[in-house]
């Protein structure tokens, strides 16, 4: 399948493992990327609160060059995926509102047509669209004993009226899904839908790094391995705030948190390295150390990194 | 009429007086399928045990007292369905419990004077009025108030408190319910406070850039609040309309992000920080603020570097968008920013197109509002239309 690919700004500067781990994985699905480089910040719901309209524009302008690709979109960041959501519900509200954020594209000649975009995170699409079955089927290292927790970021969760999340639709529930289709172990905690608290970091450091410790304590006493999310904004406060929040909740906490592709790719038969996992601050022992007595107990050639 | 069906509820028991810990207790009822949780929970009182702690009055969604989590959720118990509630629970059996981020009174019942109250008066709950004060009533423009409409359909329930994910973090947090009620009188054209109001929020470390953004006040709430989007609308007021530079770093981070996606189309995360703590500029990473958070950072970016989690030339340099791209995004910046009054849609006022199919040849006809009016500029101020709202 083809599909508009927006991997968003943080996967590709402060998180770039991510990117890559999409772009090793994606052949081995047979999805095929059309990238979306040119189109622009989905304000991370920080330009709406600035603007409004700004920010309607701005994402307009990327579902119009998504338009144009005649594919579906598909993202990479919760927070894309939010931000984007919550634009593309006022723009196919209104005709007349919708009708002045085309006007302020068309000197460009781009145009959103209501309808046309259909903008979905790799983790919707694969579970409504590539399906589990054909995952299931592409597995070649299931990740048998491997405790994972999910993480998915407020702005994939909530609201769920405007994200379509209903009895159909349990889009809360994917990250288990997938999780148990790539044969792992799966591991509720309490803190598995809160936030992570990197929105207000540079306001309120303490209850940020609170939040983001908290989580990975509870996941920690519920015995996870290592966290998966999709959102890279939340592996920034969860992996690369994770020596910070330590110190905030006074516990150690060591629990490397992967990026969705990033799991994907391990039970695909990447190595973590070709995952970029080294690139993480919390060192991804624990998953190292499972992929390598997979590796040993399979007597396959290639070792993990 | 549908037929009396049986549920069973599970409730969460707890007196702090009695020196014993919380527990579950289970009864099973029996009522129409449509009937409240509510109604569940008092048929239970009435008939095996008459100690079961619930606070409630109106059964009707209006007077806020029966707030409590339903299946984790929270909400009202009497504007729940039991055929709801069943089926969003895990095992059969519907789960009630106190609702979180306030002290448990007894049973289903919490301390609302203790946290929600408490932060409901500390915004000043009431008009101040401008000098002088008109000899007869106070003359506003209708749509005026079409602005504050939202927020004060607000029926003090708690059901955000409840759950808000700062609170948990941080008690001090002014939360959703209080911020929603200050923008009520931020909004509204007769107070004479209001940049005093937003000042007081703004500098308050636990104000209104305190919110994480988590969105679960906006699915808590039963009246449609939607209390974050109000504090979005309070910063707005506060950063833009009065240029108030807070000691959270609240506005500079946002005017910081919002200048460097003009600058680059992406976000340039290196700079993001720094201007964040020193200012919107270029020279924001020299000030001294900045400096101390750079330098108590700087084992956590040493780290990322070496592990090469972040790339050296990007984080200085940036990455861009192509340059044609680049100007498209900037046009769309100085066209949307020229404009006199921002352009908001707020759909709890102007719903949806399909709400009403046809309905726009038939306002037409009838010459009331159209879906132009709808569209309003932020201030419900004169010239703008009784449907114009401003935004969420």
């Known amino acids: 399948m083809k599909v508009a690919y927006w991997p968003g700004c943080v996967s590709r500067g402060f998180t770039p493992e991510l990117h890559g781990s999409m772009a090793a994985i994606a052949p081995l699905l047979d999805i095929e990327l059309i990238e979306l480089d040119r189109g622009n910040c989905c304000g991370a719901g920080v330009i709406a609160e600035h603007n409004q309209e700004l920010a309607d524009t701005l994402n307009a302008r990327t579902f119009a060059l998504a338009q144009q690709t005649g594919h579906m979109m598909m993202n990479i960041c919760s927070t894309c995926q939010g931000s984007q959501t919550e634009c593309q519900e006022r723009l196919d509200a209104n005709a007349e509102y919708r009708a002045i954020i085309n006007e302020n594209l068309a000197e460009d000649g781009l145009e959103y047509t209501k309808g046309d975009t259909v903008n979905k995170n790799l983790l919707w699409l694969l579970v409504e669209d590539y399906g589990l079955e054909n995952l299931r089927a592409k597995v070649k290292r299931p990740l048998t004993n491997l405790k994972v927790g999910p993480f998915y970021g407020c702005y994939i969760v909530r609201p769920e009226d405007r994200l379509g999340i209903d009895a159909e639709k349990p889009r809360d529930t994917y990250m288990s899904l997938l999780i148990e289709a790539l044969g792992g172990t799966v591991i509720e905690y309490a803190g598995m839908h809160k936030c992570c608290g990197f929105p207000i970091i540079t306001m309120n450091e303490t209850a940020s790094l609170k939040q983001a410790g908290t989580h990975l304590g509870d996941a920690k006493d519920a015995d996870a391995d290592c966290l998966v999310t999709p959102c890279p904004l939340c592996h920034l406060n969860l992996d690369l705030q994770q020596p910070l929040a330590e110190r905030v909740v006074g516990r150690e906490l060591d629990l490397p948190v992967l990026h969705l592709p990033q799991l994907i790719g391990l039970a695909l038969g990447l190595s973590p390295k070709e995952l970029g996992l080294n690139r993480h601050v919390v060192k991804p022992t624990s998953v190292i150390d499972w992929s390598t007595a997979v590796v040993a107990g399979v007597g396959a050639g290639e070792g993990g990194w | ?392």
């Open chain 2, 1 to 392: 009429m549908a037929d009396v069906q049986e549920f069973t509820l599970r409730l969460r028991r707890y007196d702090p007086e009695s020196g014993e810990a919380a527990y579950w207790d289970e009864h099973t009822i029996e009522l129409e399928p449509h009937r409240s949780v509510l109604e569940g929970i008092l048929q239970a009182k009435a008939r095996f045990d008459g100690s079961i702690g619930i606070r409630c009055s109106c059964k009707a969604a209006i007077c806020g007292s029966c707030g409590v989590r339903i299946n984790g959720q929270p909400g009202l118990a009497c504007h729940t369905h039991l055929d709801k509630a069943l089926a969003s629970a895990r095992d059969g059996v519907i789960e009630v419990e106190p609702m979180g981020n306030m002290p448990v009174i007894k049973d289903l019942i919490v301390d609302m004077d203790a946290v929600h109250w408490k932060k409901i008066r500390r915004v000043t709950p009431w008009l101040i009025n401008k000098e002088p004060v008109p000899e007869r009533e106070y003359v506003v423009p209708r749509e005026s108030m079409v602005d504050v409409t939202q927020s004060m359909a607000c029926i003090q329930c708690g059901a955000c408190v409840s759950d808000c994910l700062s609170m948990e973090v941080d008690p001090l947090f002014v939360g959703p319910a209080a911020s929603a009620k200050a923008y009520r009188f931020v909004g509204d054209p007769r107070d004479a406070q209001q940049e005093e109001r937003l000042r007081d929020l703004a500098e308050d470390p636990h104000g209104i850039y305190d919110c994480t953004h988590c969105f679960k006040c906006i699915d808590a709430c039963p009246k449609g609040v939607a209390p974050m989007n109000q504090i979005m609308r309070l910063r707005r007021r506060a950063g833009s309309d009065h240029g108030i530079d807070d000691r959270n770093n609240g506005h500079r981070h946002e005017k910081s992000f919002v200048t460097l996606i003009k600058g680059y189309g992406l976000l340039h995360e290196a700079e993001l920080l720094p201007r964040s703590y020193g200012g919107d500029s270029w020279f924001g990473k020299f000030h001294p603020n900045a400096g101390k958070v750079l330098v108590n950072s700087l084992p956590v970016i040493t780290k990322a570097v070496l592990r090469g989690k972040v790339n050296p030339k990007t984080a200085m340099l940036g990455h861009k968008i192509p340059k044609a791209d680049l100007k498209s995004v900037q046009r769309i910046y100085d066209k949307v920013e020229s404009r006199d009054e921002r352009l908001e849609l707020n759909l709890y006022i102007s719903g949806y197109d399909e709400d009403a199919p046809g309905a726009k040849d038939e306002t037409v006809q009838t010459g009331t509002a159209t879906d132009a009016q709808n569209i309003a500029s932020e201030y419900g101020q004169p010239g703008q239309s009784p449907e114009g709202s401003p935004s969420r």
